[in-house]
């Protein structure tokens, strides 16, 4: 990682710096914590009058140099031996005579006496303006502190980084973005300071622990301190005796350490003297340590037993009711003996705060007993880390060792899922369903199985007949709850059942104010963003996904990826394309290599923002695998896949093909009784020129929601050809939130009027789908002609984008099904339209890049 560090995150504070030090000015002081930038933002500041002529003089306090008078001058000034006045007016001689002159001070708080004053008479005198950087939390000289306390220089106080202006200095050292968790975690570890940022990042890239995936740079391994930061930290730690060392080493280990607990186990002098040496501080209640980063030190430095008993000390001190999982951690790190019950109630815990990876940790611990119940909640943590075969292996164990058929019912709808959502095996599936049915047991848990399995592939009419009935009934767990209500959510979405849709978030815990306590919530939240996106509702979508991504955000595990997949769903929803791109690709980035069921979902998702954005290129591998095959558990969604590759097609300039993808969405729709999905299909047939077919069946459905009345309208317009009529109903597709649908009518309603000769609305009717575009971050075929109208026929026009992009004229006829005549006769009539011969003349008149 050899980029240079840009200077990020300090616009104002640059300004103010270089304001102060211009012709006339006095300077100003820079002071903050060790680390943060100081020096760096002086150097920065220093370049302009460096670059108009001035001279710029370093001067630097330093330990080693402050016994020794004007110590940090030298090298700078020639000063002769003689007393303390003479020197130091020689010195101000000197620095008088070097005009124009700026003078910088580093590490003034280091200066010695000599230097101290040379530095206040120069400011007193106004001979030269200075910058002055100094650390806070540090004694310094009186004639230094006096320049600020005396208004001889104003004061500027450099805080940290916050966690956007950390984002995007990585971002631009690395030369791409960075995935959200990684941001955050380099923050919180660094927090905020640029030079343990460079360290921490420049070591994580060495070592291979932090690169791309997908184009999204992200910590791809768990991180180690590198040699290069431990000596850093270590110089600033400093020494420690030893009961100080014990106090440090406690809280980075347990962190954060109730003061009371610490004080038991170490005490009160040693904890003041921690504190006051700026490596623990407390707020009377608890201990933490002062820096992330000084744990990552403490903890790599120390020796194992002695680790295991430190967390022995404090595991004992620890309660395990109301929350186990800081007893159960340290307890399984120490050396205390294991404790069974223990891990099984923080492995439970830890499932229900979507903590994958610790509850697979406690429970695997738990289950070394062979307790069933450990071991069955083992299984349910691997199958959600994909681990799906590792998972079948002990529930098949588990089936043939069940020591009742209450206990075998269960295990086998454990399998039944793990086969259908990990392992990818319906057909097995259904036969660990049947097996737990035929035991007679867990009636209710087999009867929402059965649902969510139904919904799954498709079935809705057993989930319409018996699903409310079951969602109404006293369900035995949150699990069944979850599970009735994914089924119910994903029949009332495509069905359009507004009231199912409201009640089953309610019984599967996904509400205003709580969100389901287990891992199937995510694919609730999905759905119940699917139901509130097909009927014309996004702000309700969007609330449902908020939720989710706020209990997620900061989790290790595919929990966090699966919240930024149903808030990107939630963002598509809103026609807000950009804004869906920044989740779903960070991600993508997680979740492409992995075997994770939700891969499929966010596949399908970003393919449909990236067509809708225009960017055919990067669409066109995911657009790939959806054609080779899906998820068996996502057979419901399948009009979301051809509606992707709709919009891929479009992106292309395919429009013919694009029409055709979203035709066969919404007769496939039909045929699966799932009207609420055949409406976007029509809806984007619409959007893609196709208002013709779309009219009849959109006026059917007109009456089943929101979406579906402003599609009809939408159709009759076009068909009308009232240029007036589609601008309000641009308006109408906004209120309803749908921004993509109301750029493209107010770019249909553009391109008619300038067919009908009306220059002036066509031109108000291009800026406002231009501003809708802008908005929504889509760049779809309708906005392509309203941005770059053409003297063409829509099927001249395709025709040029096809060869554009480089399609040969075979290729085109077998893309449109039409004679390679046929499409020689189009390009030769666009040719001669827009004055050019050849196609790369072609290229630049159509737009394609």
Known sequence: ??????????????????????????????????????????????????????????????????????????????????????????????????????????????????????????????????????????????????????????????????????????????????????????????????????????????????????????????FAISPELTDLLEREIGALPAGVQDVVDMVALAEPVTVPTLCALTSPADIEQAEGRGLVRTDGLVARLAHPLYGEVRRSVMGTLRARRLRAQVAQTLDAEPDPIPRAVLTLDSDLPPDPALFLAAAEAATRMYDLPLAERLARAAASTGDPGARLVHAAALSWLSRGQEADTILTELVGSAPDPGTCAMVELHRAGNLLWTIASPTEARRALAAAEATGEAVLHVATMSLALAAAVGDLTPVLDRGPALLRTDLPDDLARILVASAVSAAAAVTGERGLLDEAAVVGGLAVDRVPTGIPGFGLADLQVLGHRLAGEPDVAEARARLMRAASADLPGPARLMGLVVVGHAALAAGRVGDALVSLREAWAGLAESGHEFRFRCRTL?????????????????????????????????????????????????????????????????????????????????????????????????????????????????????????????????????????????????????????????????????????????????????????????????????????????????????????VEGHLYRAGRKLGVSDRAAMTDIVGVE
Request: net charge neutral.
């Open 1 to 222: 990682m050899e980029r240079p560090w840009p200077l990020t995150g300090r616009d104002d504070e640059l300004r103010r710096v270089a304001a102060a030090i211009r012709p006339g000015g006095a300077g100003i002081v820079v002071a903050g914590p060790a680390g943060v930038g100081k020096t760096r933002l002086a150097r920065e500041a220093l370049a302009g009058p460096r670059g108009r002529g001035t001279t710029v003089l370093w001067a630097h306090g330093s330990a080693a140099a402050r016994p020794y008078p004007l110590g940090a001058f030298a090298g700078v000034l020639d000063i002769p031996s003689g007393d303390a006045a003479e020197t130091i007016g020689r010195a101000l001689e000197q620095l008088a005579q070097r005009q124009p002159l700026v003078l910088a001070v580093d590490d003034a708080h280091l200066l010695d006496e000599h230097s101290a004053i040379v530095l206040h008479r120069l400011v007193v005198r106004r001979l030269a303006p200075v910058v002055v950087t100094l650390r806070t939390g540090e004694p310094a000289p009186d004639t230094v502190t006096s320049l600020w306390k005396d208004d001889h220089l104003p004061r500027l106080d450099l805080t940290p980084l916050d966690v956007s202006e950390t984002s995007g200095l990585v971002a631009r050292v690395l030369g791409g973005p960075v995935d959200s968790a990684s941001a955050q975690r380099l923050w919180a570890l660094t927090e905020g300071s640029p030079l343990f940022l460079r360290h921490l990042l420049a070591g994580e890239v060495a070592a291979g622990r932090f690169g791309p995936t997908t184009g999204i740079w992200r910590w791809t391994r768990e």
């Open 606 to 822: 970003l393919a449909t923002a990236l067509g809708q954005a225009g960017l055919a290129d990067q669409a066109a591998p995911l657009l790939a695998e959806i054609a080779a095959g899906q998820h068996p558990a996502y057979q419901l969604l399948l009009p979301d896949d051809l509606l992707a590759r709709a919009w891929g097609a479009a992106a292309e300039g395919a429009t013919t093909e694009a029409l055709g993808h979203a035709v066969a969405a919404a007769d496939l729709a039909r045929e699966s009784g799932e009207p609420a999905y055949e409406v976007l299909a029509w809806q984007t047939a619409v959007q893609l020129g196709g208002a013709p077919a779309a009219l009849p069946r959109l006026t059917d459905l007109s009456g089943r929601s929101p979406r579906a009345a402003v599609a009809r309208d939408h159709a009759r317009a076009w068909v009308d050809g009232d240029g007036d009529r589609l601008l309000d109903i641009a308006d109408a597709w906004a209120r309803l939130g749908d921004l993509v649908a109301a750029g493209d009518a107010a770019a249909q309603a553009a391109d008619l009027h300038r067919r009908r000769g009306r220059q002036g609305s066509a031109l108000s009717a291009a800026a406002l789908a231009e501003r809708l575009a802008v908005r929504s971050g889509a760049c779809t075929p309708a906005l392509a002609v309203a941005a770059r109208p053409l003297p063409l026929t829509a099927r001249e026009r395709e025709i040029a984008v096809l060869a554009a992009r480089g399609l040969s004229n075979k290729e085109i006829a077998e893309h449109l099904t039409v004679s390679v005549r046929t």
